[in-house]
């Protein structure tokens, strides 16, 4: 998208991961979703699948106010294949995955375009009923992305293919840097111990209790430097594509107008002239306020995991918190180590070869607890 209908849908976006959203509408799903999948863990899991699981029920949470179950189960396979896809060649036959792909993609297409023809339905019939108090309409809408795109007056195809643009940008993103947190603190023995005191110390003052409140994410200081390091280290967006507009000088070089041009974040946030041994997993180099951990210049202004400008990513405070979330109820419930050793590769996209296996124990005061609360995470 771009012009007009790019700043339309991206502040309709925003205005659905803002903080005051998260805080007050979303963030309690968020909790009850992240220690609903903990829940089903086994001995041996692989970090990265089920993170995605995460990922993706928040997503369709968030989008369409569906709790996870087998309809949910079902359009989450059927995007697996969407996935393989985008990093294959583009040879369109049913045996190929790029074919599969298209097959699996129409499929999803059509099991969106149903439940939005669903809520249309829902709303004429709400419409059609006069006799209905005002207030009893307002407890059947839904406060979601769906009830959003159906007010801006978009088509069902529009919609579709907004609800299949989001899902992917929720769900692949956000699950690597939850895994690859995971697999640098299990690296780094120290951060790791800070880490989990943060967060024991947050158990603490809630005596035991489960649930997390907003007050609870904005405790979560270090928790924001090691996510920080994360998205440095990591680079999950490697960079972007952008088409200057004029000519544009940069460094005695000029760029001419209509050239294509990618900007490498990786090559920024690895410059060992802005962040001190910058391939080094350090989250208290974010501390200070530069950020550098003692490289040069302004580091901070240089960090850009989520993009800037126009088109900043709208959901960076969403996932800020759902990864907070995460490591919250993985450090207070479990322990774990790695299963075998997993290598991170880069190309085409960022994540472990193995999908990071790893063996996990459930500590027995967070057992106790998941017991004394089984009734809650199950009726909501």
């Not at 992917?168 to 699950?175: D, F, K, L, M, W």
Request: net charge neutral; proline share 3%.
């Amino acid at each position: 998208m771009k012009g007009a209908l790019h700043k339309r849908m991206h502040s309709l976006t925003m205005s659905f991961a803002n903080s005051s959203i998260i805080q007050h509408h979303l963030f309690g799903d968020v909790d009850r979703l992240v220690r609903h999948n903990l829940h089903s863990w086994g001995h041996r899991v692989l970090l990265q699948d089920e993170t995605k699981k995460i990922t993706f029920d928040l997503t369709v949470k968030q989008l369409m106010s569906f709790d996870p179950g087998e309809w949910t189960e079902k359009l989450r396979k059927e995007y697996l294949q969407v996935i393989e896809g985008f990093f294959s060649l583009p040879i369109p036959l049913f045996f190929t995955t790029y074919g599969r792909a298209l097959k699996a993609r129409s499929r999803v297409a059509d099991a969106l375009r149903a439940i939005v023809e669903e809520r249309r339905e829902e709303k004429r019939q709400t419409w059609r009923g006069e006799e209905e108090e005002e207030d009893e309409v307002r407890k059947r809408r839904k406060d979601d992305m769906m009830e959003a795109l159906l007010q801006e007056g978009l088509s069902d195809e529009e919609i579709v293919d907004f609800l299949l643009a989001v899902l992917v940008a929720g769900y692949e993103t956000t699950s690597t840097i939850m895994t690859l947190t995971v697999k640098f603190l299990s690296q780094n023995p120290l951060a790791l111990a800070q880490l989990k005191e943060e967060h024991e110390e947050i158990l603490r003052r809630k005596q035991g209790s489960q649930t997390l409140e907003w007050s609870d994410y904005k405790s979560m200081s270090f928790t924001q430097c090691v996510i920080n390091e994360t998205l440095r280290v990591a680079n999950i967006i490697s960079g972007v594509f952008r088409r200057a507009v004029c000519d544009v000088r940069v460094k005695g070089y000029t760029i001419p107008k209509d050239w294509k041009v990618f900007a490498s974040f990786r090559a920024v946030h690895l410059d060992p002239q802005l962040y001190r041994e910058a391939r080094t997993f350090d989250p208290w180099r974010w501390q200070s306020s530069s950020g550098s951990g003692g490289g040069g210049g302004n580091a901070a202004a240089a960090f850009t995991p989520f993009g800037g400008g126009p088109r900043l990513c709208p959901g960076y405070e969403l996932a800020r918190v759902e990864i907070s979330v995460f490591l919250h109820h993985l450090l207070t419930a479990f322990s774990w180590k790695e299963a075998e050793e997993d290598m991170l590769v880069f190309f085409p996209t960022t994540r472990t070869l193995k999908r990071y296996p790893i063996n996990v124990v459930r500590n027995s005061a967070a057992s106790h607890r998941t017991a004394s609360n089984t009734t809650c995470l199950s009726t909501n």
